[in-house]
């Protein structure tokens, strides 16, 4: 409920990580999501990749839109700077945010119908433009704070709680970022954050835009049999493709793995993604195999979780129009108003 407050006070032997937080400081209030949410699960992820990362809360700028899942960065990072859009607009408000400071690190959060329906144009564009940031869809396949209809990326064929069939073809988000030119994209399930918080890790290391699209059960209306995005379906059609163990440069390796086992992937900011391979042919920089590989899966009833796909050499929305490094905030008039000879020249060049 949202009068109960959490107590602000931590237990002195709580571990803190290098920059002197603890767990509990990454966390936000009290969820006032129906209890089982997978929200709340990926909510939790968020918390312990930040907190394992070592990120000061006050770095990030977490947006979101309209939803069950768009409230959900209410229920963590509460020391972060927050904006809740319009339904379906916070790619365009994360966009302009991330123009104006480039030095936070950008946390979009939207739900299947946010992104898919209502915001899909925006969902579009803000993928090929290169905006540094990790955009997490907590789908669950249905409109869950308006009770339930069926989203955009409900499969066709899978059935509502009171019967209805859903006869319209579902959208891939995944499928549909790498074709827009998103250049981190990851699928993973509310119910296992062994491989979502690697994921959620990486993601925030990749230096440009990486989309994670989540599968998060609705329990309240879409967790039945029938529905492709419940619990048990999804843990019973689950297809891992890689696991995501380490991102060294940061954390180091502790672990062995037979040669041939495993891929490494360095990444511009000096990071160096270590991925266990489950599927052994599975290439996540292959873009024209990765779209394929997803049909695939998805054609057998399955569903392709893990690094879905990587470019390694992410291009980057401030590099491409050549902006100042600076936060615009910082600016003084002098820099912002180079004075009308200036401005003379500019539009003498233009005739
Ligand atoms: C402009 C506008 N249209 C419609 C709505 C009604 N509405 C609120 S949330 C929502 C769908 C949310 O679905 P999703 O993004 O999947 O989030 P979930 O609740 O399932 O997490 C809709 C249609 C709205 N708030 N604003
Ligand atoms: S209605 Fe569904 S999506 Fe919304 S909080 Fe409840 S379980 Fe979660
Ligand atoms: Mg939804």
Do not use: W
């Not at 899942?69 to 859009?85: C, E, V």
């Not at 709680?161 to 006869?167: E, F, H, P, R, T």
């Not at 998103?182 to 989309?211: C, E, M, N, W, Y």
């Not at 873009?287 to 399955?302: S, V």
Request: proline share 5%.
């Amino acid at each position: 409920m949202t009068y109960i407050t959490k107590p602000k006070l931590h237990h002195p032997s709580l571990p803190k990580n290098s920059v002197g937080f603890t767990r509990r400081d990454y966390e936000g209030r009290v969820s006032t999501l129906c209890a089982g949410c997978g929200h709340d699960s990926i909510s939790a992820s968020i918390v312990q990749a930040c907190y394992e990362l070592a990120i000061e809360p006050h770095r990030v700028a977490k947006l979101s839109g309209i939803g069950c899942s768009s409230k959900a960065p209410t229920y963590f990072l509460g020391a972060s700077h927050g904006f809740n859009t319009v339904h379906g607009r916070m790619p365009s408000v994360l966009t302009g945010a991330y123009l104006a400071n480039r030095e936070l690190i950008y946390l979009g959060v939207s739900g299947d119908g946010d992104s898919a329906s209502i915001g899909l144009g925006q969902f579009a564009h803000v993928m090929r433009r290169g905006v540094n940031m990790v955009y997490i869809v907590m789908n669950n396949g249905v409109y869950g704070l308006t009770k339930g209809q069926f989203s955009a990326t409900a499969d066709k064929g899978s059935v509502a709680k009171k019967g209805a069939v859903n006869n319209d073809s579902g959208i891939d988000l995944a499928s549909m970022a790498i074709l827009m030119g998103a250049t981190f994209v990851a699928r993973s399930f509310s119910g296992d954050k062994h491989q979502l918080v690697p994921l959620i890790k990486a993601a925030i290391s990749h230096p440009g835009a990486a989309i994670l699209d989540v599968i998060s059960p609705c329990v309240a209306f879409n967790n039945h049999k029938g529905s492709t995005r419940s619990y048990d379906y999804v843990r019973e059609h689950n297809e891992a493709v890689n696991r995501l163990d380490f991102i060294t440069g940061q954390a180091p390796i502790t672990a062995e793995y037979a040669p041939g086992t495993t891929v490494e992937v360095r990444q511009p900011n000096g990071t160096t993604l270590r991925l266990a391979k489950i599927a052994p042919d599975y290439d996540p920089s292959d873009k024209a195999g990765a779209l394929a590989y997803i049909q695939e899966k998805d054609r057998e009833g399955e569903v392709a979780t893990g690094l879905l796909y990587l470019d390694s050499d992410p291009h980057d929305l401030h590099g491409n129009i050549r902006t100042v490094q600076a936060p615009l905030n910082s600016l003084d008039e002098e820099t912002l108003c180079p004075g009308s000879d200036v401005l003379d020249r500019i539009n003498a060049a233009l005739r």
